[in-house]
Each structure stands twice: as C-alpha cells, then as structure tokens.
C-alpha cells in the first residue's frame, strides 16, 4: 500500500519517519516529482532502482535543505559557489568531488568520485529534508524510461504498491527536470539542460561546454545518429517532431496556434511561453499518449519549439521521446 500524504505537519512527520526507517516516499520538488531515499542508507538507495526498475545504475541527484549542508559532502569550486548563490534554492544541479567523509551511498552515485547536488526550491521538499536531517537521493519518480511526473496522480499511476508514500503537493512549477552541470574542471560542462537556463548559467560563470548534444537535427525532424540518443520519457504512442500539421490519425502537442483541422490537440503554451510550455510538457504527452490510445490514433506529432532558454531543455526531453525505442 502506498500512503497519500497532505504536506501538512503531520503528514511531513510521517514522510521523515519513513524515509528515516529506510523507506521510499515520493515528493514534490519545484521540477518533477522525485522519489526519494535516505542517501545515507545504500539499501533504501537500491530500492530506489528497484522500484523504477531502472536496469543498471544510473547515478542519483542528492538533495540538501542548503547549499552549506551540499558543501559539507562536495568540494564545493569557486564556480560552483558563484552558480548555488545564484540558483539555489532552484533547479540546477551541481556534480562535484565527493569528500572523503561523505555519508552517501556509493550506490547513489553510481559508483563514481563525484556527486551530483542540488537544493530544491520547493517548500514541502526543504521541509522534507530539514526534518529527516539527512540528505535525500532522488531521481524522477516514474517507472524507468516513462515520463516524468508532476503531480501525484502521475507518480501513482507508474508506484502505487512500490513505494512508501506519496506527498502530494500539487501540481510542480517548473515541469521540465534541473539543470546538471559539471562543475568539477576549469570550464563548466552542461550535461543535461533544465530548469536553469544556459544564458543564465553563462552570465554567471562564462562560457560553459556541452557534453554530447543530442544526435537529432533539429530541422526536419529526422534522426542523424539515433543510438547516441537513449529512449526515455517515452509515451507509448510514436512521436514526430517538427510537425506543422497533424495528418488525421495523429495527435497534437502544440506550441502556438494550432494548425486548422487538427482533432486532438494539447496546447503547451498558446502565446508560446516557455515556462508556461515546460511546466505543461509532461502531463501533455501523457494526456495525448492516453487519448490517443483511446481514440486509436498512430502518434503524436509535436510543433516545432525554438532551441533557446527553456527551449533547450523542452527539445532535449522531447528528442528523447522521439528516440527509436530500445
Ligand atoms: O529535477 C531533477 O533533477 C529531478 C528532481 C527530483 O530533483 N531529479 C532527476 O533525477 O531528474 P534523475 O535521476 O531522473 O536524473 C539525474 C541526472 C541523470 O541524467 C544522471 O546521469 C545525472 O543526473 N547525474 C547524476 N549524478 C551524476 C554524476 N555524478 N555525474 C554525472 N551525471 C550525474
Ligand atoms: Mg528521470
């Protein structure tokens, strides 16, 4: 039985009971939903793994109620100090050297000399971390390679009956996951886009890398390197990007008016608002994916989104939907 739980006094207390005891609750933070364990604890972070049934080890992002606590388990640069006083709390994580006396689980990390941190800017989450007094590791909270959630009916939809508990804090802001960026050498390395845009990172910390881009162009729609590219945050229907119509049997996520004669259409932003278009995202392919399933449709063709700000991380989920299935 998974235990729904208001954020309230009560139900926070019951969160960091479970979490505390080894168990796997599910939160909200400012982004997506995640699924969280004591990090400290590496066989509540194996059950993590379990319970997504993610088939090998990716490495977790840890959560800190502040930048100090995060500091106290990474070797915190001065890049990495300049990038938390700016978005934390917010949706960047930071991978960084562990400390030799790090308490996190190995596991959390995959294994590796370096850790991913961040400090959410969630409410409920801080108060989640603050009272379990321990940080947690979390990634999204979906089954592996399904889309991401953010809201509670999501997280159920893909847990109930695999973890603990859900506390429900309604609907996540942001939508689209955080920024991990690389600060560990000379020039930041974005590794994945997110919450924090590039131009905001660059005006704080200058030029920064990008680690493997995604192997689609972006024009056309049509995939140039499609192993470098993992399926996740995949619908079960097909996805075509870059569509400027929708053929009759096709659904469609729009960004901005939607062209005449398209059936069934979920508007991500109609004014083109990438914030307004992020935060709507996940739960649009997943009202599509189920409608179009119902209705007996072929795929969900997708607008094409412009590769800036928030865009890049709207497109870089959206490519991975797209993505030839393993
Ligand atoms: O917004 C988010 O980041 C959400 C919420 C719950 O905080 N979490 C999330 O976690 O998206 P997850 O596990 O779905 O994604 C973690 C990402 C993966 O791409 C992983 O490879 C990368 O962070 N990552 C984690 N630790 C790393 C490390 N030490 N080095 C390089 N990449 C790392
Ligand atoms: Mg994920």
Redesign the pocket.
Known sequence: MTELLRPDAAGLARAADLLGGGGLVAFA?E?????GADAANGRAVAAIFAAKGRPHF????C?YADAQAAFDDVEATPAARRLAAAFWPG?L?L?LRRRVACPVALLA??G?E???V?V?AHADALALLRALGRPVA????NRSGQV?PTNAAHVLAGLSGRIDAVLDSGPCQ?G???T?L?VTGARPVL??P??VTREAIVAVVGAIDRAAPPAVALAGGTLRSPGLLASHYAPALPVRLQAREAAADEALLAFGPAPEGAGTVFQLSAACDLAEAAANLFAGLRTLDEAGRRLGLRGIAVMPVPEEGLGLAINDRLQRAAAPRG
């Open positions: 933070t982004t997506v939903y995640g699924l990716n490495p977790l992002i959560h949706p994580s991978v990390g995959a590796l370096t850790l991913a961040r959410p979390a990634p999204s909270a991401s942001v689209v996951e955080s991990v690389d590794l994945r997110g919450g």
